[in-house]
């Protein structure tokens, strides 16, 4: 079983010209994600930056990529756009803390004026909404949207790209999210797949709880392969079954002998 040793950290604040990489000081880290369109965000606290880098992130960062996991096994989990920064001094530490929201300047600040003709099919709407988005963020999964037909009369467009893909969500039942700045649309009552199974054996920690309408929430090792809309498969004691990844939440700390966790609620479709 990995412990604290062996736990790896890697943060990259892009600014308009460089991307700076901040390896081996102690970092803090809280992930929330759902596959809803509430938008995906994150707190990074980290222990003693260079009063330049401190000033630099403050004044220039445009956005975090935080990576995660352990020694021969680091992935992204979280990118996003900064949204505020300050810093704390705290005894000997200097402790700077970074809010970010993933995708937030794509997606709040892209507008749409444009009119889509009768009969265009709703995967065509869908990507041309998300090609509005780019470079910024991308296409990612699409799942069951393919093959829906549109309104048998002209689609006006106007307002945000987020206003517009909300009309769309509520007309065809599919939910929204953006993760790691991937714009992925998957209709209710599908998924995207089966990723990992979570077991005693795999890093499963305390009992999974079992909730009402075929709901569960279960704690793991920090697993970076996790991902919204994802099945994972659940083999406790008293549970053995596939649920969606509905709300995904990391937490970490370089320097804790327990935080290094996922905590997940799933669904059973």
């Known amino acids: 079983m990995s412990d604290k040793f062996e736990r790896k950290v890697k943060l990259d604040i892009v600014t308009a010209d460089a991307t700076m990489s901040i390896d081996g000081l102690r970092v803090i880290f809280s992930i929330k994600k759902t596959r809803t369109r509430e938008q995906n965000k994150s707190e990074i606290k980290v222990y003693n930056l260079s009063e330049t880098t401190r000033s630099t992130i403050k004044e220039e960062g445009r ?47 892209t507008f749409v004026n444009k009119t889509i003709k009768r009969g265009t099919p709703l995967i065509d709407k869908l990507n041309y909404l998300v090609g509005l988005l780019a470079p910024d963020v991308q296409k990612g999964k699409f799942v069951g949207v393919d093959g829906l037909e549109g309104n048998q009369t002209a689609t006006t467009f106007t307002g945000t790209v987020r206003d517009e893909l909300d009309r769309l969500a509520e007309k065809y ?34 009992a999974p709880i079992a909730r009402e309408n075929n709901k569960v929430e279960v704690k793991c090792l920090l697993n970076n392969n996790l991902k919204c809309n994802d099945l994972f498969r659940l083999e406790s004691k008293f549970i053995k079954r596939d649920y969606r990844i509905d709300r995904l939440t990391f937490e970490g700390d370089t320097h804790s002998s327990s935080t290094w966790l996922n905590k997940i609620e799933g669904i059973a479709l």
């Open 173 to 206: 039942d599919f939910e929204y999210t953006i993760e790691n700045h991937k714009l992925n649309i998957v209709r209710n009552k599908q998924n995207t797949g089966l990723s990992e199974v979570i077991s005693p054996e795999t890093g499963m920690i305390e």
């Open 63 to 109: 956005h975090v990529k935080l990576y995660a996991g352990y020694k021969n096994d680091i992935g992204l989990i979280f990118r996003g756009d900064i949204r505020e920064v300050f810093h704390l001094k705290q005894g000997a530490d200097i402790i700077t803390t970074i809010t970010c929201g993933d995708g937030d300047n794509a997606i709040i600040n």
